[in-house]
């Protein structure tokens, strides 16, 4: 590697100018030549971080508060991140005051929403040595971070051009995101219910390496819920929110996955969505406690489990559904997300406005930087594409 002197600056100038090199480099050659001036090791070190900084955001951003600090401090040892830990620092408060706006800023996706150190792996009161105990999921990524730190200070790895490879290989990752959002859906014509909901299966149920798949069916409820408030009557005059679309202050009150509001603000019907979970009993009332002080007409709890009550529980739930009912005269309705989806579709006119919907708000989610991941717009792509198990039957 080679070693290039650079005045120090404050962590605000060290980010700017280490995304505007990372910049220079993509448009004089795609930062190839830059990657290459990394030995063997290190450009594989800082391309598994790269790669996987959609599962691993903590991670990029604990990396990049490393190497900031590094800069900024030469003399620190910077996998001393705790200030109780021998001559350490805050790297939770330099995240947290620039490196996590910073993120926010240029590379939205994969920024966290408060701080890297809010994360278990990173928060350990342990240095990020090579022997470090947080439980890092991915163990590349970790021997990757680790041995990244590990090269500046102990083989004097200059911090810069780890910093701007970084940020080279980001920038890269956010382009092929965004030619995948700019790019136009092969959206079907004519489609009947029962192909619809084969298609909604696959995307659902098929596997994936990133994690993120269990809100797909949250992000195709909330789609037909904006389907069917643009045709029937009863929702005139009602707003819809999507959890992870509004804000913290909001959230904390919040009833479920998706909620419609009156126009006063105060809650009229919302969905809970279990994600391989049968309902139960405990379900039914810890619900309940959600929304039992709100005036609330209708209450969904939906599963993808199937069948979708808890062997057992059948009675009880039905038990629980009346007392609710008696007690605060909400509606809960408990049921399948397949057999829900199936009687949406058949209040909507139109089930490829529906289809559009849920292909565009994938497409915000991925923009937003949510639990939906590129691999989750390209399967959906791809489904609907060659009509992938557009199977489903036709009623």
Known sequence: MFEQER?????????????????SEIDKDKGESFLNSLNSKAREWIRIIATNSEDHKAVVTALTTSLTKKIETPDQDIRQHKVELPRGYSGRTLDTLYVTPFF?????????????????????????????????????????????????????????????????????????????IMREPVLPTKITIGKTIGLLKSHFFQKYKSAGAARLPVIAIYSLYETMMKELSRFQNKKLRLSGHISADVRAGGVGDIEVVDEKGEFFEAVEIKHNRPISEEMMWDAYEKFKNTPIKRYYLLTTAEPYVEQGEESNVKRATRQIRTEHGCEVIINGIVLSMKYCLRLVGNPEEFIRNYTDNLKKELSMGTEIKEEHVKAWLEILAVGKAALGDEK
Do not use: C
């Open 7 to 23: 005045p120090t600056k404050n962590p605000t100038q060290i980010l700017e100018n280490a995304y505007k090199k990372a910049l």
């Open 104 to 180: 926010k800023k240029h590379f939205r996706r994969i920024a966290m929403k408060e701080a890297g150190w809010l994360t278990r792996s990173i928060e350990q009161p342990h240095p990020f040595t090579l022997d470090f105990p947080g439980k890092i999921r991915n163990k590349q990524v970790k021997q990757a971070f680790l041995q990244i730190l590990n090269d500046v200070e102990e083989a004097k790895a200059d911090p810069n051009i780890y910093l701007e490879s970084l940020f080279i290989l980001l920038i890269k990752e956010i382009a092929g995101t965004q030619a995948l």
